[in-house]
T-cell receptor, first 116, second 116 residues
């Protein structure tokens, strides 16, 4: 069965620090998709990125970057020069092609607190 | 364009009462998902629909929970009778089609349910 582990329950940093959120997944599928979502204090879940299992290129979007490594089954998320507005719970999720549907298995989330 | 709309945002009820949560998916999306979020269990998929048909309800915790999708633009999740342990945030999400693992799920703002 698929599984997503976010070992860091909570991370506290000071503004402008770089921070990396870890995500490790388990799957038997060769085709799968990985996602990151952000849940700010207001409570909604916001989609950040999707990556498929055949694309191991790192991706950068502004201060956000993602590092996908199939060899270690990891899909880590780095925020550069963190800001107070980055404070949120971040979830990593997995969807397997064999399921036939876009069902997501979520990790337990990492709470990021950025202090001024 | 409007996102996924959930109502009510907050619901406080007494044990034994019936609770109905509502969801309007993004127009044109064919798949709809109901999740429950608690501190202990994180985000759990309860049930999902594709083209208004329930595909998998194995995540529904008990017979007290039921979900319907009478048309493409409306779904309900009902709890009858409610119990204090049902207190959680309930999310609805929709995607273009569920018949592929790659589709992005877009979430509503959630309904925070408190059963006293």
């Amino acid at each position: 069965a698929q599984k997503v582990t976010q070992a860091q329950t909570e991370i506290s940093v000071v503004e402008k620090e770089d921070v990396t959120l870890d995500c490790v997944y388990e799957t038997r599928d060769t085709t799968y998709y990985l996602f990151w979502y952000k849940q700010p204090p207001s409570g909604e879940l916001v989609f950040l990125i999707r990556r498929n299992s055949f694309d191991e290129q790192n991706e950068i979007s502004g201060r956000y970057s993602w590092n996908f490594q199939k060899s270690t089954s990891s899909f880590n998320f780095t925020i550069t020069a963190s800001q107070v507005v980055d404070s949120a719970v971040y979830f990593c999720a997995l969807s397997e092609a064999s399921s036939g549907y876009s069902t997501l298995t979520f990790g337990k989330g990492t709470m990021l607190l950025v202090s001024p | 364009d409007a996102g996924v709309i959930q109502s009510p945002r907050h619901e406080v009820t007494e044990m034994g009462q019936e609770v109905t949560l509502r969801c309007k998916p993004i127009s044109g999306h064919n798949s709809l998902f109901w999740y429950r979020q608690t501190m202990m269990r994180g985000l759990e998929l309860l049930i999902y629909f594709n083209n208004n048909v329930p595909i998998d309800d194995s995540g529904m915790p008990e017979d007290r929970f039921s979900a319907k999708m009478p048309n493409a633009s409306f779904s309900t999740l009902k709890i009858q009778p409610s119990e204090p342990r049902d207190s959680a945030v309930y999310f609805c999400a929709s995607s273009l089609t569920g018949v592929t693992a790659k589709n992005i799920q877009y979430f509503g703002a959630g309904t925070r349910l408190s059963v006293l």
